[in-house]
């Protein structure tokens, strides 16, 4: 009787990553404070958050930035990150530890907790153990486990490393895992049972190089992504977000999210001028 509920609990909150209408999902990444402090463009989170909350199906951030920048009657799905420990500055980014307890992360309800695994670094077996124990936690509580497969500078990001990173990850308990595209990107989702989303990455000199990631991590048989920079470091954030939305929700090609990203860029600066204008007149 208590395992069905907790399997309710499993399909729901799945669900509210990857809705089933399509099987594919838009999650907005915004953890990255969580070891590079105050990045580009999310120096003020709320700020960032709040606009592309409409047009996101959930938002990957930590408890510290959750608590603080969004709106507890906002209605959206997290994902909560809590692996961490480690900054930019310090000795090895690989050196991650759960930094969130479960209950906390059901009190803040998330529907979904994300864990960094460093498969290959210094601390691979930690972080995968770290995992494993998540994972424990997770289906005791019926909460799925998102498995980022971060890639040290020295790895290269291949079908082969990103595949055996994804399986491992699988392997493990993960229900879903993070990864970045690459080359023969449909081995990668072959050899990996659970759902597979794409990270963005840095921001990508041409807003076309973003949309065409997209489109091929889709085609490729990627669920979704995970999304951050080349989102909200866009000058036009909504509109980026909004051809995203196309690429994996409508099926649209390029070519056609790109007209949709120029025609909702102009919508944006007239609305931005409009505003300059009241401020004036005020
Ligand atoms: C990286 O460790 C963070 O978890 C980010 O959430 C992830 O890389 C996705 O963001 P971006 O699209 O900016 O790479």
Redesign the pocket.
Known sequence: MVESKMDWGMKNRMSKIIPPDDGRCVMV?V??GYFLGPTDKLEVPSKTIRPLLPFADSL?LTRGILRTSVNPSANIPIVL?VSGGTSIVGQDLSNEAIVTSIEEAIKLNASCL?L?IFVGSKYENQTLLNLSRLVDDGEEYGIPILA?T?VGKEMDRDYRYLGLACRIAAELGARLVKTYYCENFEKVVEGCPVPVII????KLPKETDVLQLTYDAIHYGAAGV?????IWQSDHPVAMIKAVRALVHENFNVKESYELLVKEKERDKEVQQQQQQQGFMK
């Open positions: 990444a953890d990255h990957m990150r994300a960094s980022v971060a990270a963005g990455g840095k995970d999304m951050g920079r080349n």
